[in-house]
């Protein structure tokens, strides 16, 4: 993977739908300029598999989830177990009322936390343990691993907040890569 592709600069603040969450590493960029990360992954994973241009790549990423249409990436470098995003949803209306929100994960694992809006005075949910794959009424925990596919659909970011917090124990950098499609 290139290097020069990956977000380099610390941002101090990112806005996510109405409220600020710091900081990791990110930058949005258009499908066209993330082709070669699509790259990375495909030669590191199918090693004989013949190269391919870059529009059947993204072919097979949206083979993998039918029905979407990405037209947006937000690419996240998490460089140290330090680096991480607070709670938010991704509601902004450029993503419409329903938006898809699928990302692919790279390199360390970590935790992806999940917790219900606070809609009727309820004290505030506390940080849930490591429960993945275990739905609670309130919140869950799912575990991030390289090469992991994570969708959200429906009334996920109007319903829920999702956070990834520090990593204690991280032995490298991660990389995540958000997809999305932007309607207006
Ligand atoms: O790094 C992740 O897995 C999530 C990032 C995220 O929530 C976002 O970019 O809005
Ligand atoms: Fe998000």
Redesign the pocket.
């Given at each position: 993977m290139a290097k020069g592709s990956l977000p380099q600069k610390q941002e101090k603040k990112?806005e996510?739908g109405s409220q600020l969450v710091s900081p990791?590493m990110?930058q949005r960029v258009n499908l066209p300029a993330a082709m070669h990360l699509f790259e990375w992954k495909y030669e590191s994973q199918i090693n004989n598999e013949k190269k391919n241009d870059n529009m059947e790549k993204f072919m097979r990423v949206h083979q993998a989830l039918p029905g979407s249409h990405f037209n947006s990436l937000?690419l996240?470098r998490?460089k140290t177990g330090n680096h991480y995003?607070g709670w938010?949803a991704?509601n902004e209306t450029l993503y419409g009322p329903t938006p898809e929100?699928s990302?692919v994960?790279f390199g360390c694992e970590?935790h992806?936390l999940l917790k219900k809006r606070n809609t009727n005075n309820e004290p505030p949910t506390k940080r849930p343990k490591n429960n993945e794959g275990t739905y609670c009424t309130h919140k869950c925990c799912f575990t991030?691993k390289h090469g992991s596919l994570?969708v959200m659909r429906g009334n996920t970011q109007r319903d829920w907040l999702?956070?990834?917090p520090k990593r204690a124990k991280a032995n490298s950098a991660?990389i995540?890569l958000?997809f999305r499609r932007v309607i207006m």
């Open positions: 990112k996510v990791q990110f937000l996240n998490y995003v938010h991704d929100i990302s994960s970590c992806f991030l994570l999702h956070s990834v991660r995540n958000t």
